[in-house]
């Protein structure tokens, strides 16, 4: 079965700070990624998505960055944290190799808390 | 940006009781699907509805999609205290992209 993991769980970081975020799906090959952001008590931002290894779309022009080193690693970056950047950032997959919006499966998501 | 608006923002009902949830969006799609999250966890997906289809059924839960006034609900039947949780639409066209509304918080009183 198709797992995925998502760490930290929760993170504490000051302004100007780098961020790494790593998601791993395991079960699967090829898999759509996504890195999404939650406000607190709101709906989910798309930020970025990749359909494969080294391609990358961004939805959002902001301070972060992404990158996909293997076909199963998604890695949400930051070279200096915003006050802006504090969410709740989720990582999905779905399955890959067609564009009709396949369900997602979450993470477990970072809760990341800018100072 | 955000595609999906639903209706109401927050629902609190008695257990035992059907839970309503609606669903606007603006432009064409693909497919409407449902998702489910627990607070401070991740979505889990519920139910998955394609432009071509009017009514899907999964075990309590109900969708139906309305494309000519671009708006969908999930109806789900004899609630109970562990359906508590927020609930959210997200659309999908033909891209890999799938855009999520702003979620309605349910509360189910036991």
């Known amino acids: 079965s198709q797992t995925i993991h998502q760490w930290p769980a929760t993170l504490v970081q000051p302004v100007g700070s780098p961020l790494s975020l790593e998601c791993t799906v395991e079960?699967?090959?090829?898999?759509?990624l996504y890195w999404y952001r939650q406000a607190a008590g709101r709906g989910l931002q798309l930020l970025f998505y990749s359909v494969g290894i080294g391609q990358i779309s961004s939805e959002v022009p902001q301070n972060l960055s992404a990158s996909r080193p293997q076909d199963r690693q998604f890695i949400l970056s930051s070279k200096k944290l915003l006050l802006s950047d504090s969410g709740f950032y989720l990582c999905a997959w779905s399955r890959g190799g067609q564009s009709d919006n396949s369900p997602l499966h979450f993470g477990n998501g970072t809760r990341l808390t800018v100072t | 940006s955000q595609q999906g608006e639903e209706d109401p923002q927050a629902l609190s009902i008695q257990e035992g009781e059907n839970a309503t949830m609606n669903c606007s969006y603006k432009t064409s799609i693909n497919n409407l699907q449902w998702y489910r999250q627990n607070s401070g966890r991740g979505l889990v997906h519920l139910i998955l509805i394609r432009s071509n289809e009017r009514e899907k059924h999964s075990g309590r839960l109900r969708v139906t999609l309305d494309t000519s006034k671009k708006s969908s609900s999930l109806l789900i039947t004899a609630s109970r205290a562990a359906d508590t949780a927020s609930y959210f639409c997200a659309t999908g066209d033909s891209s890999y992209k799938l855009i999520f509304g702003s979620g309605t918080r349910l509360l189910v009183r036991p």
């Open positions: 079960g699967t090959s090829n898999p759509n």
